[in-house]
């Protein structure tokens, strides 16, 4: 990229320390830029992960960290603070949407299913890479509509419908039928990954298949780097967990330090109409699919987020779930906040803004600098109820006193 294709992006400098000990320390916009291009340009549908997460864990291992792995492969990495055990955890994913193949057809090309919850609506006429279990060989392709030629079909192709029934891919090899696509070493449950193709416009914005979670991962990245630059100690011993399933629903199930007291997850935010997300802000979520988050951790994150003038905002979501879901779903006994950046056409052809990627890492330098929502509550797994920080911070008043009148009845 030469110096005048260089994106426009606000600068960012540390800010004033609002809270006890806790600096807003300035971020790495050109490490960010780089780690995401990076972390986009390595294929990682749910399923095949591996080569992200080498790319991930070398990134953690560079700035000093201990990182190790769980058996099917999710990243762990520790953040020393003042407390021995692990306390607090930022999960993120690195694993995407994608596809599978489903069958061989007669016609030499692929029926496709989806891995992950996308719409082949999206996938229309996207590039398309194929990996075979021999590593040599891997090919490109394109999914198609199965009337993909309006010189041919005419309107029908405007009428076909839409789904993964009525596409296919096609593959850039010279095949013409099944036997020959079996020849190349192609099967059924193969991957087949959604080309990235990510770009950088001048003005900042960041247009790429991918970015659930990619971006979040690479804003996630920058944050560590932030707190290593600047030297900033922790009130908390932190832990960044990178999920591999979380797109087909089972992220942070498992690798959690069993002392947790808080989860943030860390995600994209739905940038539509009707959503209070915005591309060059960080959003914090109020509800998704599953529930409310922590009601004392979520105005908390965006309490700091205020004091040190970071762009937040709050959303509430309908058909979404991230890292948090699952983890609580398994047992975990901790608050669970939500951090997204911007994310406009969700799963489908996706932009986000720099800025709001920098928002994000901002305000995970802030928050992993403080203490527990409640210090002295939040440490233990279970305490009496006279200790429980209740009425004092979430207070509820009563209804007034019912004062309904039976009416008299004619004749009584």
Not at 46 to 63: F, K, P, Y
Not at 108 to 136: K, M, N, Y
Not at 156 to 177: N, S
Request: proline share 5%; glycine share 8%; aromatic share 4%.
């Amino acid at each position: 990229m030469s110096p005048t294709d260089r994106p426009q992006h606000r600068t960012h400098t540390a800010g004033k320390d609002t809270a006890a000990g806790v600096v807003d320390a300035p971020v790495d916009v050109d490490y960010l830029t780089s780690t995401l291009m990076e972390l986009l340009r390595v294929p990682s549908p749910s399923g095949r992960t591996d080569a992200v997460m080498q790319v991930v864990g070398q990134h953690i291992e560079s700035l000093g960290l201990p990182v190790d792995l769980t058996r099917r492969g999710m990243l762990r990495a520790t953040l020393r603070g003042r407390t021995d055990v692990v306390r607090r955890a930022v999960v993120v994913h690195a694993d995407t949407i994608g596809l599978m193949v489903k069958r061989v057809k007669d016609n030499g090309r692929l029926e496709v299913v989806p891995v992950g919850s996308h719409s082949a609506r999206f996938s229309e006429g996207a590039h398309v890479t194929i990996f075979t279990d021999d590593f040599d060989k891997v090919y490109t392709g394109t999914v198609l509509p199965l009337k993909s030629s309006g010189h041919t079909f005419g309107d029908e192709i405007d009428t076909q419908g839409v789904g993964w029934q009525v596409v296919e891919v096609r593959i850039d090899e010279p095949v013409a039928g099944a036997a020959d696509v079996h020849a190349l070493g192609v099967q059924v449950g193969d991957f087949v990954a959604l080309d990235a193709a990510p770009q950088i416009t001048r003005h900042g914005y960041v247009k790429s298949r991918h970015l659930d979670d990619k971006a979040g991962l690479a804003a996630c990245l920058a944050a560590l780097k932030a707190l290593r630059d600047a030297e900033l100690p922790l009130a908390v011993t932190a832990q960044l967990l990178v999920t591999i399933g979380e797109e087909v629903g089972f992220g942070a199930t498992h690798g959690l330090a069993p002392e947790l007291a808080e989860l943030v997850a860390v995600d994209n935010a739905v940038v539509a109409d009707g959503q209070t997300s915005r591309e060059d802000h960080v959003s914090v979520g109020m509800l998704d699919m599953t529930g409310p988050f922590d009601f004392h951790l979520s105005r908390r994150l965006h309490s700091l987020a205020r004091e040190h003038g970071i762009p937040a905002v709050r959303d509430v979501y309908r058909h979404y779930r991230s890292d948090a879901a699952p983890a609580l779903e398994a047992g975990m006994e901790a608050r669970a906040a939500l951090l997204g950046f911007g994310l406009e056409s969700s799963h489908g052809h996706e932009r986000t803004h720099l800025d709001g990627l920098v928002a994000l890492a901002r305000l995970l330098v802030v928050y992993l600098q403080s203490g527990l929502t409640f210090d002295e509550w939040d440490r233990a797994e279970h305490g009496d109820l006279a200790d429980f920080p209740s009425d004092s911070v979430q207070p509820a008043q009563l209804e007034p006193v019912d004062r309904t009148v039976v009416p008299e009845r004619a004749g009584a």
